[in-house]
Structure formats: structure tokens, C-alpha cells
């Protein structure tokens, strides 16, 4: 009934621990993973694939994160396309910019997020968006260069109602991680009581992020209800309800066969 829409499963993260990982997220009611593929410069995008081609839950995503936008040239363009129409790669992503850390100079980020946007035209899938202190540019690429067709997901969502709006006015979907448990969180938490409900998604961002109570330790898609509950508490329903929602609307834009479908 959930499906973490955003997780990291990594073997440098988990190493031999991965199958008891799934297998506690398949006890905690979750049905399916979308395994982010976007660390390093296509190592991430080639692990992500392999992983889905071994764990039928599992469903893979290909990008390049704008930390490393730094380091696309025209050949790592051109293999992440192809690598895009590789089975169960279900998104282009997770792509976009980011000024906070800014590891990679932001006319480059831009320029690959400019490539990506028409990429995602290209290959018919829908974009995962890395966005982080750079909402503004990022609405106003959009605007520019226009929405994929197959629409989009702004993962890690955290901030407020106007940005909300901002997305949603774009047809994209919102991804509230396990931020929204935070103290710190009041403006997401406002942005979360005006979302509607068939344009929100449930991610936990792991191995970071881990919502309360789970704060501080490594994060898991097992701890994807926490955030669920936080959700649903916010919005005066419960955390399975909001859980089936994201779950329909992840099948929903990120077209997962229902043949696939093995409720645990
Ligand atoms: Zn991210
Ligand atoms: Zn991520």
C-alpha cells in the first residue's frame, strides 16, 4: 500500500544488508521501490538498473545529480539517453540544480538541466527534480524550455505553500520526505494541509533524512509509514490513506505496470 517513490538503495550504503532492508519495507506494507540512479556519473544509473533487473518490486531511475553536472560531456549525454530505454527505467532523474552546495559551477547545472528537460520529450518519461535553493530558476527553465509531455515529480519536497503552487500550476507532482516530521518544517507542513490529494507522492530520500522518531539514524524505506502518518495527520486522515493515495498516483506518473503489482 506505500511505495517510496525516491530511495537511494545503494550497495556502498547497504552492502549484504540490502535483502533484509526490502525485505522489512515489504513487512511494513510497502509494495514497490523507485531506486534512484543518479550518483557518480552513471554508475549510480547503471546500479539502479541492474538492482531492478534482479528485485521484482523494484523500479529504476537514470540521471545525473547536479552535483556532478560539472563532469557531463556530450558521450555522457548520449549514454544516459540509451540507457533511459533500458527495462523498468522509469524516470529521467534525479536531474535539476542545486546552489546550496554548489559542488558544480551553476551555469553548468543549468545548461545539462536545460538537456534533460528535452531528453525527457525524447525518451517519453516523466523528470525527477533535484531542486534545492533554486526554485526560482528553476520555474523560469521550465517556462522557457517546457514541462516534459510525461510531466514530473519535484522530489524532497521542503518548502512552502507558494512554491507549491508554483509546481502544481505546472502539472508536476510533490514528494514529501520525511522532512515533514522536522521541528524546522512549519512552511512545508502548510504547503502539505493545500496540496490535492492525487499530486502527492511519499519518499524516504534514504539513507538520509530519516523522519521522527527515527531522526539521525540511517534511513530505510521501512520507515516510509513515519512520514505517511506525519502526512496524514496534517491533512486530517490517516497515514494508510495517504499512503494509498501516493501510492496510486506514483503507479499513476510514473506508469508502473499493474502486472508487476505483488502486494506483500
Ligand atoms: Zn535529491
Ligand atoms: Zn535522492
Not at 556502498?12 to 544488508?17: N, P
Not at 552513471?42 to 545529480?65: D, Y
Not at 533524512?209 to 520507515?223: D, F, T, W
Not at 496524514?232 to 510514473?254: D, E, I, P, Q
Request: proline share 7%; charged share 20%.
Amino acid at each position: 500500500m506505500y511505495i517510496d517513490a525516491h530511495c537511494h538503495l545503494e550497495e556502498a550504503t547497504y552492502a549484504e544488508e540490502l535483502p533484509d532492508v526490502i525485505a522489512r519495507a515489504l513487512e511494513a506494507g510497502l509494495s514497490h521501490f523507485i531506486a534512484v540512479g543518479a550518483s557518480g556519473v552513471l554508475a549510480g544509473a547503471h546500479e539502479a538498473i541492474a538492482l531492478a533487473s534482479r528485485v521484482p518490486q523494484v523500479f529504476a531511475t537514470c540521471g545525473v545529480h547536479p552535483h556532478d553536472a560539472g563532469s557531463v560531456t556530450p558521450s555522457v549525454v548520449e549514454t544516459l539517453e540509451s540507457l533511459l530505454r533500458a527495462p523498468k527505467v522509469v524516470a529521467l532523474g534525479e536531474v535539476g540544480l542545486d546552489y546550496y552546495y554548489d559542488n558544480a559551477p551553476r551555469a553548468q547545472q543549468r545548461a545539462f538541466f536545460e538537456e534533460t528537460l528535452r531528453m525527457a520529450d525524447r525518451v517519453e518519461l516523466p523528470i525527477m527534480l533535484h531542486i534545492r535553493d533554486a526554485h526560482e530558476d528553476c520555474l523560469h527553465i521550465l517556462d522557457h524550455i517546457g514541462v516534459p509531455s510525461a510531466g514530473g515529480v519535484v522530489h524532497c519536497f521542503t518548502a512552502g505553500p507558494k512554491e507549491a503552487e508554483a509546481y502544481l500550476a505546472r502539472g508536476f507532482f510533490l514528494s514529501i520526505p520525511g522532512v515533514v516530521t522536522f521541528k524546522t518544517a512549519e512552511l512545508l507542513r502548510e504547503a502539505v494541509q493545500m496540496m490535492p490529494e492525487d499530486r502527492i507522492l511519499l519518499e524516504t530520500d534514504c539513507p538520509y533524512l530519516a523522519p521522527v522518531p527515527y531522526r539521525g539514524k540511517r534511513n530505510e524505506p521501512s520507515y516510509l509509514p513515519a512520514t505517511a502518518a506525519a502526512v496524514g495527520m496534517l491533512r486530517g486522515t490517516t497515514g494508510m490513506h495517504v499512503g494509498m493515495a501516493a501510492s496510486a498516483n506514483t503507479k499513476r506518473l510514473f506508469r508502473l505496470p499493474c502486472i508487476m503489482t505483488s502486494p506483500s
